[in-house]
């Protein structure tokens, strides 16, 4: 597939769920019969940790005449904007879709573009495989238009203990967390409500203890931002990096093909003066022949001259002696005939 084309539907087809779909453009332009199968990637980046990135795949069948393939209910949008999420930030999502072309179906006119080409999907030689890299920027205008304040998730029980004593115990579980679970955004609510409680009941500490609670309950919101704003530089990093090395690889073939065919061209050349150099001397040996040949056609038209004078005085002295056998055979005759008369 030279080219394709990705959909996105941020606000869902009716259903609250992003849709993301894969396509062939300008399918006017192609010839009747024109038909792909490959393999296909759609992933929704996670910015923060790359890790939570949500992929989906399948194999499809691309044809003239409308086919497109694609995921209906890729990932709730709720889940998108909760800015906790890692899919969101600053007004970006990434979506990649990395495509394998796997069959390449000739094209034919003895059926329409609409017939079914069963896919053989035991065969899957990876060939001609190319990757594209799609950011979209704001997930288009409507879904950087959303806000971008966290939607409570369903699935994150309400707080139960109050109890200063059980907040200790909690907060003792969660701080011997490492950073990278604590932004996880239900550890992340639980140590903030923690740290509230914690912070309302500071009588129930020795000074020793209070002042470092109420330093992390004013620092924590900054740590996980400054933990969270990192985690994207690298991401982002990662995937740079990743495309650079990707970018130099094929940069590389390059060079190695054009090395290939500067010396295959250079070979031809040489091949090409070789060919000249004896086309010259075939055409000398031609104008040498050519004149020989005018040359040997001359004397022959001399001695042909000379063979035709000497075949008619030939011929001559024939007749004239043949004349005279008659004549002297006449003369016999009448002398034969004057004994009988």
Known sequence: MNARRLSAYPKGQGDAQLALYLEVPDQGSLPDGWSRTAKYTLSLMNQMNSKMSIKKGEIGH?????????????????????RNSGYLVDGTCVIEA???VTDVFPVSTDESSDSFVPIDQSIYKLSDAESIYIRAESLLESISEEPTRSLPDAT???????????AKKRFNKLISLPLDDLVDSK??????????????????????????????????PITKQKWRDSVRVKVNGQRSLSISEKTRNLLEVSVKNEKEIKTELEELKNREKELKVQQEALQNDIRRLVKERLELSKQ??????????????????????????????RSNWESMKFLFV
Do not use: C
Not at 63 to 82: E, T
């Open 62 to 82: 691309f044809r003239k005449g409308g086919s497109v393939w694609g995921f209906r209910s890729f990932v709730p949008v709720s889940k998108i904007h909760d």
């Open 98 to 100: 990395e495509v394998s």
């Open 156 to 166: 994150l029980p309400a707080p139960s203990f109050k109890d200063p004593t059980v």
């Open 187 to 220: 550890h992340e609510a639980a140590m903030i409500e923690t740290l509230s409680i914690l912070g309302d009941n500071l009588s129930s500490f020795s000074d020793d203890l209070a002042k470092p609670i109420m330093q992390l309950k004013a620092n924590f």
């Open 300 to 329: 022959t038209q001399q001695i042909y001259a000379l063979a035709e004078d000497g075949k008619i005085e030939g011929n001559k002295q024939e007749m004239s002696k043949a004349n005279k056998n008659l004549e002297d055979l």
